[in-house]
């Protein structure tokens, strides 16, 4: 950035992290169903649940919903996010990720705190070039065991199609044994769109995109955002 001009739309989004969002929401409302509703409000994609959290919250307590209202909700609940530019990331971690690889830096000597952060930098950046380039699979390693891990689920749906130009399927996710589950979503496809919200606030395929996928015959490439691309990786 130039100046703080710089810093704001359209070059960049002021939003809020759900965690502090919450906390200073504890701090005036003490229950515990309380609390638990507001992460809802703030976290979940689809909007029946979103609807479903408000409902239960002005029924248990109509001040707390007016507290949340008040807060411009394009800042904190996902629903409301427009153009998903959060990316799904709910909390200020992902911002303070560095705190992890250099923590051992803390309270050294100034001369030894650079040497430190530089060494230890360096070897990061190493021993990632060197997974990366290792790298057999269509998805960095990480990436690629959650793309599994979905695809396992995704496999006990049920796919139908709606219209076979346009790219729409019906997906029906399996029943689980407490009664829940066995519900509907659409899948448009050629959009990267679901009505779950999840994929197009990840960019990451969820389990109903990827049933579709493999339906289809296509590969893990198709549906995910390049970010996410082995290639993408060691270009890094």
């Given at each position: 950035m130039e100046n703080l001009l710089d810093s704001r739309?359209?070059?960049?989004?002021?939003?809020?992290?759900?965690?502090?969002?919450?906390?200073?929401?504890?701090?005036?409302f003490k229950t515990k169903s309380l609390r638990k509703l507001c992460w809802m409000i703030g976290s979940t994609s689809q909007r029946r649940k979103y609807v479903w959290a408000v409902r239960e919250?002005?029924?248990?307590?109509?001040?707390?919903?007016?507290?949340?209202?008040d807060i411009d909700k394009s800042k904190w609940t996902i629903v409301r996010d427009r153009g998903n530019r959060r990316w799904g990331n709910l909390t200020t971690n992902i911002s303070e990720s560095m705190n992890n690889v250099l923590r051992e830096a803390r309270l050294l000597p100034v001369k030894a705190l650079i040497h430190y952060t530089f060494t230890k930098d360096v070897s990061e950046y190493g021993r990632h070039a060197q997974m990366a380039q290792s790298c057999n699979t269509p998805l960095p390693p990480r990436i690629?065991?959650?793309?599994?891990?979905?695809?396992?689920?995704?496999?006990?749906?049920?796919?139908?199609?709606?219209?076979?130009?346009?790219g729409h399927y019906a997906v029906v996710s399996r029943e689980?044994?407490?009664?829940?589950?066995?519900?509907?979503?659409?899948?448009?496809?050629?959009?990267?769109?679901?009505?779950?919200?999840?994929?197009?606030?990840l960019r990451f395929p969820c389990s109903h995109a990827i049933v579709v996928c493999a339906w289809r015959g296509e590969q893990p490439h198709d549906v995910t955002n390049s970010i996410f691309?082995?290639?993408?990786?060691?270009?890094?």
């Open positions: 739309e359209p070059n960049a989004y002021h939003r809020y992290c759900l965690r502090h969002v919450r906390s200073n929401f504890s701090g005036r919250m002005q029924m248990l307590n109509r001040g707390a919903w007016n507290y949340l209202n690629w065991s959650r793309f599994n891990k979905l695809h396992s689920v995704a496999m006990q749906h049920e796919v139908s199609v709606y219209d076979v130009r346009e689980e044994t407490n009664d829940d589950g066995g519900n509907e979503y659409t899948v448009e496809y050629r959009r990267h769109r679901c009505s779950c919200g999840k994929w197009q606030m691309h082995t290639t993408t990786y060691q270009e890094q």
